[in-house]
């Protein structure tokens, strides 16, 4: 028996920002879920489960906040579960939501994914005081810049590319009235100039720290004909694993995710992802990882990622536009970052992107990753519904 | 396994809490000796109150007070009390339903035994003598001889001056950490300033340091194999912010340093050369202070650089 195809018909943010001290978790999550029903035209009652994620329980201090959230997210009397799986988390949580009404478990599932920052310590909850092991000796950029150097070591990207990333995410983000930052004023040079903090990574080649949450509703096919609004429909949605310390990893261009983008394509029908996407929502968390990310998820060959995005083909106007939303160097409230790549890529083909749409985008791909390169999710999805 | 590791690892912070509009009233009433509940759809009146209605998703706003006094409806009882509970003498867990609320509040009972607690027994509130806007403004409950207050309870705006609109709560988490067979092993050779990793079986792989088992083939590792001392930088990064706990002064270098006959890199800072002159390639050596475990940073050895090719695959 063939799949169900699955539907994305609502999508809701918060408008993410530093510090929401005005609501609750539970009135933030709200906020997004309530914002997807109404994009879906549908109420609490039309939907069947629930699936949610957020970064890990230490971030926040509160283990298992889903169990208090049900009432907020109308899942008292339904099944609701929680995905974890670090960074990539929002973009798991979609795909599993996706596998629910695609093996035709539930016919429409509400998926949202959250993160408080200001109101947890994610430095402190990934770096614990383990007795006898040598503590880490920089910060969470600490953890990626060696990664980045080995990335210009091995490429022979000019040292400029990364702000051209930041420049870009961050004039892109204006366009988003949901993105955490808004500089107006942002000049090339002031990236450029921006302090040097863990060397080759400046500060405004990095993410910000927000409170926001995302949601998405899902649905099979008799669903998606009761849309208000045209649906995204979803090609293909891979996820894979790999450890976060082993020999011979290539953190670079980590294999977990080349295997997943082949899966995705493949499920996808697309052999020549750089011709046939239209549009990419991908996760970096630093700019750099806009070239490495091309080149793992085949969108350049290795090695000449930078290529693309030094000529400007990455830019809105280019021909293959990455993080026309701003991305996670505008928005990152953590366990929410994956979802709003996936809901992103929805928005682009649903034709529902606002200022910052691509236009007569067909197929747009989302990807999440985390968990120090250790999961890598994605899906791609398509304004027409997959063949067959 | 006498020679294996162990020792206390305590996970602790004060996390910050946002109380939106209802938890915040409720929270405020306390510290006024005012109980809030929310009133549902169906008429339910929620003590403590909660946002949003759990029959029908609903947001819930309807704020209402209810009396000081209540009936227990059932209960537990706590012999020896552990560390920041109510009280520090033995006491009852009851739910209380608070008269004029349709459900049941936990809190602590202050009661001289077990024997003089029962479901159906009345209570009353005992106020904390300073009250923050918290659940322990309510010290406990205690027995109270008076009938159940009447009538519906009325409704309240919720509105307070200078009303709490946050919380601290301070998690901690206590363990026991083991480092286990193969990390202790490694430790040991540490106290010899010796490195040793430990080779896989079926990819030959050297891992330093050991976790017992290979994460690709997803077997036991055993065969100890010392490496080093010397090593290449493979990638490096330059730190310019000082971290919160560390006491090194910036710059310096954090770098990925793939020790001889290893196959992996192993993290450390590297030292005795002007931070702007580590490259990718130089040879370094373990230096070590006294009652220190791990070495304090790496050094340049004076070897000409590694060529690239030698250690491309460990980056």
Known sequence: MRKE????????????????HDVSIAGLVREAAVRALEDAGLAWSDIDAVVIGKAPDFFEGVMMPELYLADALGAVGKPMLRVHTAGSVGGSTALVAANLVAARVHRTVLTLAFEKQSESNAMWGLS????FQQPLLAGAGGFFAPHVRAYMRRSGAPDTVGSLVAYKDRRNALKNPYAHLHDHGITLEQVQSSPMLWDPVRYSETCPSSDGACAMVLTDR????????????????????????????????PRAGRDCAAD????????????????????VPFSWYEPMWLENLGFADEGEGWKLTEAGVTELDGDLPVNPSGGVLSTNPIGASGMIRFAEAALQVRGRAGEHQVDGTARALGHAYGGGAQFFAMWLVGSQPPPG | ????????????????????PVQSAF??????????????DDGTV??????????????????????????????????????????????????????????????????????SVRTG?????????????????????????????????APHTGEFADPVTGIVAPARLDYTHTPGRAQSAYLAALEGRRTVGERCPACRKVYVPPRGACPTCGVATAEQVEVGPRGTVTTFCIVNIKAKNLDIEVPYVYAHIALDGADLALHGRIAGIPYDQVRMGLRVEPVWVDGVRHPDHYRPTGEPDADYDTYKELV
């Open chain 1, 5 to 20: 195809p699955v539907a994305v018909v609502g999508v809701g943010q918060t408008k993410h920002v530093a510090a929401r």
């Open chain 1, 128 to 131: 614990l005081p383990v007795p």
């Open chain 1, 222 to 253: 008799d669903g998606a004909t009761r849309s208000p609004h045209p649906p995204a429909w979803v090609h293909g949605g891979a996820m894979r694993s790999e450890p976060t310390l082993f020999a011979g990893k290539d953190f670079v261009s």
């Open chain 1, 264 to 283: 995705v394509y493949r499920q996808a029908g697309i052999t020549d992802p750089r011709r046939e996407i239209d549009a990419v929502e991908m996760y």
């Open chain 2, 1 to 20: 396994m006498s020679d294996v590791l162990s020792a206390p690892l305590v996970v602790e912070f004060p996390f910050t809490r946002s109380l939106g």
């Open chain 2, 27 to 40: 929270l405020t009433g306390l510290r006024e000796r005012t109980v809030l509940g929310v009133r549902t």
């Open chain 2, 46 to 115: 929620l003590v403590p109150p909660v946002e949003y209605d759990p029959v029908t998703a609903n947001e819930l706003r309807d704020l209402v007070e209810v009396a000081p006094t209540g009936t227990v409806t059932t209960w537990a009882w706590n012999p020896s009390p552990r560390r920041d509970q109510p009280l520090d003498t033995p006491f009852a867990w009851v739910l209380v339903r608070l008269d004029g609320a349709s459900t049941a509040l936990l809190h602590a009972l202050d009661a001289p035994g077990p024997e």
């Open chain 2, 121 to 153: 027994m009345r209570v009353r509130v005992r106020w904390a003598a300073a009250r923050t806007g918290a659940i322990t403004d309510i010290a406990c409950f205690e027995p109270y001889e008076g009938a159940a207050a009447g009538g519906e309870p």
